[in-house]
């Protein structure tokens, strides 16, 4: 458990890391925060999604699967909105797959470590969003 742990904290650092570096542009030369930053969280937002869908079709059937890859997809579509929107729609969507997950709690047997953990990362890039959302 304790690998989860710190690949979970270690996939934090490149939303503080872009958050950091898009509140104080001056200590970098180049305009990467705000795209590195989108791909990073639809790619992670993709990746927790996935995560569920084979848990939730072998135990749930087929409707709940299609809303949580729904939720990957309107991260991805997102990238067609304005950027403060899209920051938005990415919180929203990250804020609803733990909400889902918990919803869920039945058919997913996490340990209430795990549950701590998902809690604090998912109020971690929510955070991030919001403070990159009133940056832009």
């Known amino acids: 458990m304790q690998l989860i ?25 180049f305009t990467l925060p ?12 993709a990746f927790m999604a996935g995560a569920l869908w084979p848990v939730f079709y072998q135990q749930s059937g087929p409707s709940l699967p299609v809303w949580v890859v729904s939720i990957a997809l309107v991260g ?16 929203a969507a990250f804020i609803a797959v733990r909400l889902i997950e918990l ?5 997913l047997n996490y340990n209430p470590a795990y549950h701590r953990l998902r809690n604090q990362l998912t109020t971690v890039v929510v955070f991030c969003h919001v403070l990159f959302w009133w940056s832009v």
Do not use: D
């Open 34 to 45: 705000f795209t590195a930053f989108q791909s990073y969280s639809q790619i992670i937002l």
């Open 76 to 91: 991805w579509f997102s990238s067609l909105l304005l950027p403060q929107h899209q920051l938005l729609v990415l919180a």
């Open 103 to 107: 919803w869920q709690g039945s058919l």
């Open 5 to 29: 742990h710190i690949l979970g904290y270690a996939g934090l650092v490149p939303f503080i890391g872009l958050t950091f570096l898009q509140l104080w542009p001056q200590l970098i030369t």
